[in-house]
């Protein structure tokens, strides 16, 4: 392991987990990983430069930083577990959350940065915390999935592994090297090596945690949608948190350029109308045409207003100047969320 690693068990699994503590009485951050990559990619390696990763910008913000890895088929985790749900991968997080809250004193709102992947905890995760007294102020998603189904087809033709995880070598793993080459021409230097990558940042994952509806069963992928839809709380659209996007308009990443903006834009959408307007006002059609407007105004908007699009690719927040301009987009997004609650709060308040 990594200095300043150490595996936890939390919800009857190990995760990899770092923590950077900080001297503000600041929300802690949360980064959560994507499919097949340890969490290293936002605090980077021994041989590598703090500045090139994220976790070095919220240091310097006075940030409290705690990054999960979910367990996976690397050496740092004893066994594979490939049953590993999107339920217990919202335990597990909220878990080691919870603790590090706890024993640092720290306030019970945390803000989660989910990348790829791991877009498809938000629901998960958020209700997990609230188990524990313990809120998302802001869920921002990375160039991320949502919880809708079906969005990467070429995941169902993945096959298991002999540990009945879903295997990333081929052209999973060739898409996130290029991603990394470009980054790192784009940085002007080799902030990680792609000879190391494999070995050190990526692992084989549990099927469930994929955006494919699928589960390990009989030593064989099976279609699971509804199992995938509860597991992600896919309709629930009131549990969610708070959301926020940032996402790029690179080809490298196609699918995420093309689409994060439309998939989370529904998400966002729904649950601000759920949370914002349905539960606050009783009567809509009491409400002064003014008003009203102003409510349209504001959810239509909100999309827009909580995505920001970054300068590079699937990991626009690698190297020393995407690291830091994703943390100067945090930033913005936190102070944009909290001015839209409020404008919403005085515009549904009857």
Do not use: C
Request: net charge neutral; glycine share 8%; charged share 20%.
């Amino acid at each position: 392991m990594y200095p300043g690693e150490s595996i936890i068990e939390a919800a009857g699994y190990p995760a990899l987990v770092k923590f950077e503590p900080a001297a503000a009485n600041a929300p802690l951050v949360v980064f959560i990983t994507g499919g097949g990559v340890l969490a290293r990619v936002a605090y980077g390696h021994p041989e590598g430069r703090s500045a090139d990763f994220l976790a070095h910008w919220l240091q310097q913000e006075g940030t409290p930083f705690l990054a999960i890895s979910y367990p996976m088929g690397h050496p740092v985790f004893a066994k594979a577990y490939p049953d590993f749900s999107m339920t217990d991968w919202g335990e597990q997080s909220a878990e080691i959350v919870a603790r590090h809250v706890k024993a640092h004193d720290l306030p019970a709102r945390v803000v989660v940065l989910g990348w790829s992947m791991a877009g498809r905890i938000a629901q998960p995760i958020a209700a997990s915390l609230r188990k524990r007294g313990i809120e998302i102020e802001l869920f921002v998603a990375m160039a991320a999935a949502t919880a809708l189904p079906n969005l990467l087809p070429g995941l169902a033709t993945v096959k298991p592994q002999p540990s009945g995880l879903a295997g990333v070598a081929g052209a999973y793993t060739d898409a996130l090297l290029l991603n990394l080459r470009e980054r790192n021409a784009e940085t002007g230097h080799t902030v990680i090596d792609p000879a190391i990558f494999p070995a050190q940042f990526m692992g084989d994952y549990p099927i469930r945690l994929a955006a494919a509806a699928l589960k390990f069963e009989n030593s064989a992928f099976m279609p699971d949608p509804l199992g995938d839809q509860d597991g992600t709380g896919a309709w629930r659209y009131a549990s969610f948190p708070p959301l926020a996007l940032l996402t790029h308009e690179v080809a490298a990443d196609a699918r995420h350029a093309l689409m994060d903006r439309s998939t989370w834009g529904f998400y966002i959408s729904q649950n601000l109308s759920e949370t914002h307007v349905f539960a606050r006002v009783k009567n809509l059609l009491k409400l002064p045409p003014d008003r009203w407007r102003r409510i349209n105004d504001l959810v239509h908007g909100a999309p827009a207003r909580l995505t920001i699009v970054m300068q590079g690719n699937h990991m626009f927040f690698v190297g020393e100047t995407g690291a830091k301009a994703t943390v100067a987009a945090l930033k913005d997004l936190r102070g944009r969320a909290v001015a839209l609650d409020a404008e919403l709060d005085a515009a549904t308040k009857e």
